[in-house]
């Protein structure tokens, strides 16, 4: 009897043994008959939860007004936005089309003018300049009859180590066209991302387009420190908010890109034309 006691206490504790020890080896392909489910992970295998995106006014703020934009908010008539650009506009590095800045966009200014109808085109074609971008300025954009086009450019232009000061005269005379249509007009800069800024004239294409647009009295959304907030300031890693191919935004950044304009617009269209460009110094 105490033999048989001992023998089934040794068999239990072997069992015991050897799950341990089991337990201890590495994980193999499991079988088909001992698949691992979800449920049955450990929680640290859960994705990390994305940041927020915050957006100060302040950060994002137009220098111009958006007359246009105000009077149709004001008289209640539809909205027509048209973006215009490269792949960063067209939603490269975007999972879905729905994902793009565009039509992120769509979606910001909806919960920021409830009840307004509001539309906004995308027409982003990945690998285009300035140059190429004028070419099909009637019929992609004034053709539509925007009421707001959103111009984002210079990225390829860096990247292809192009001089910068010749695109002035490009993004002069695409203004001069658009404003000649009665639409508002706001600018974009090139993405902090690491192939971009890699390159040795980008600082002076961010700066170029800054200038051209006080110039031009058009708005600007400045991509290039906003993005480069989040990774100085706000510590996050390129992986965060740039695709695996170092050069083109993801799914979070461009949510944030349309928060920003969504926060810029908004503030732009409701501000006292009268003090909208700050106060002004008489010559002397």
Known sequence: ????????????????????????????????????????????????????????????RFDRPLPRTARRLVSGEPIKIVALGSS?????????????????????????????????????????????????????????????????VGTNSVLRGKAVPPHASLLHEGLTRLKATGA?????????????????????????????????????LHRFDLMRHWYETEHLPFETFVSPDGLHMNDWSYACLAKALGVAIAEAASRPTATAIGPQIAPR
């Open 1 to 60: 009897m105490h033999r048989h006691v001992f023998l089934r206490r040794a068999a239990v504790f072997g069992a015991v043994a050897t799950a341990g020890l089991f337990a201890l080896l590495p994980v193999r392909a499991q079988t088909p008959g001992s698949i691992i489910t979800p449920a049955a992970l450990p929680s640290s295998a859960a994705a990390p939860r994305p940041p927020a995106c915050v957006v100060a006014a302040e950060q994002v």
């Open 184 to 220: 508002d007009v706001v600018l974009i800069d090139p993405q902090y991302a690491p192939r971009v800024i890699a390159k040795p004239n980008i600082d002076e294409m961010v700066s170029l387009i800054a200038t051209v647009a006080k110039s031009e009295h058009v708005g600007l």
């Open 88 to 152: 960063s506009t067209f939603g490269a590095g975007a999972s879905t089309s729905a994902t793009s800045y565009p039509s992120r966009l769509a979606e910001e200014l909806a919960r920021h003018f409830p009840g307004h109808e509001i539309t906004v085109l995308n027409r982003g074609v990945n690998g285009e300049e300035a140059a190429n971008m004028l070419a099909r300025l009637d019929t992609a954009m004034i053709a539509e009859k925007p009421d707001l086009v959103l111009w984002q």
